[in-house]
Structures are given as structure tokens and as C-alpha cells.
């Protein structure tokens, strides 16, 4: 260890053993697929060549595994009777080739759209019968 250095150990959530020991400058290649899916916390502790310790924290979600799409209930939702519901999971593959098949989650089409629909259809046939008569 050359002491004209820093030092930094990095630990996943509240274990007692650093993940890396590495004197600074360097960069660090934090493989994910390592840790367990959910929230987690990155603590940083720096030591300086003179003794003294800086801390920082940072949160991050791990989300490795495959990607659900929920379409007919949210969060928190107030239900009653039965529910039609939409769920979708997909990976997303190996990060070297994009995976199509199964990536996208098909949607309902939202009921704005249907009344903006409705809206042009009416006033399309309304400028019909009344370009006709005009004539």
C-alpha cells in the first residue's frame, strides 16, 4: 500500500466485509448480476494518506431480472368484483443483441383516443352531408 494515496472500500447495504478494498484513483466495474433484485445502498468509505475517513451513500434498485408489465390494476387500487387483468414479462436479453420477441406489452388503446375517434368520424360525416347540400 503506498501511503501518498487514498483508499476506498466499498460496501453492499449493512455487510460488515467491503465488496473492494482499492486505492484511488480507479475505476470499478459493479456487477449487478452478483446482487439480489430490490433497493440497496452503495456505501462508500474513503481514507486519506493522513488517517481521516469520508463517507457517501448511495441508493440504487437492482432490476436484473425479467421486466412485468401490469395492465387492469395500480398501486394502491380500490377493487370490487373480478378484474381483467394483462401481465406481461420479458427479459431483456444479454445486452449484446436486442430481444424483439416478447419486449413490447400490448396496451388497450385509452379512452381519449376513442373519443377523439368518434369526434373526427362525426365531424367527417357532418362536413359530408353538408358540402352535399351546398351544391
Given at each position: 500500500?503506498?501511503?501518498?494515496?487514498?483508499?476506498?472500500?466499498?460496501?453492499?447495504?449493512?455487510?460488515?466485509?467491503?465488496?473492494?478494498?482499492?486505492?484511488?484513483?480507479?475505476?470499478f466495474?459493479?456487477?449487478?448480476?452478483?446482487?439480489?433484485?430490490?433497493?440497496?445502498?452503495?456505501?462508500?468509505v474513503?481514507?486519506?494518506?493522513?488517517g481521516?475517513?469520508?463517507i457517501?451513500k448511495?441508493?440504487?434498485?437492482?432490476?436484473?431480472?425479467?421486466?412485468i408489465?401490469?395492465?387492469?390494476?395500480?398501486?394502491?387500487d380500490?377493487?370490487?368484483?373480478?378484474?381483467?387483468?394483462?401481465?406481461?414479462?420479458y427479459?431483456?436479453?444479454?445486452?449484446?443483441?436486442?430481444?424483439?420477441?416478447?419486449?413490447?406489452?400490448?396496451?388497450t388503446?385509452?379512452?381519449?383516443?376513442?373519443?377523439?375517434?368518434?369526434?373526427?368520424?362525426?365531424?367527417?360525416?357532418?362536413?359530408e352531408?353538408?358540402?352535399?347540400?351546398?351544391?
Amino acid at each position: 500500500m503506498t501511503k501518498d494515496k487514498s483508499k476506498v472500500f466499498l460496501f453492499i447495504d449493512d455487510e460488515p466485509v467491503p465488496i473492494a478494498e482499492l486505492d484511488t484513483p480507479i475505476v470499478f466495474d459493479l456487477d449487478t448480476k452478483k446482487i439480489a433484485d430490490g433497493e440497496h445502498v452503495l456505501t462508500i468509505v474513503s481514507q486519506s494518506p493522513s488517517g481521516k475517513e469520508g463517507i457517501k451513500k448511495i441508493q440504487f434498485t437492482v432490476a436484473n431480472g425479467p421486466s412485468i408489465k401490469v395492465e387492469g390494476l395500480k398501486n394502491k387500487d380500490l377493487v370490487d368484483g373480478t378484474l381483467s387483468l394483462m401481465i406481461n414479462a420479458y427479459d431483456k436479453g444479454n445486452q449484446k443483441s436486442f430481444l424483439i420477441n416478447g419486449s413490447e406489452t400490448p396496451q388497450t388503446i385509452p379512452f381519449w383516443i376513442w373519443i377523439i375517434i368518434i369526434l373526427f368520424i362525426g365531424w367527417a360525416v357532418y362536413y359530408e352531408i353538408t358540402s352535399y347540400n351546398i351544391q
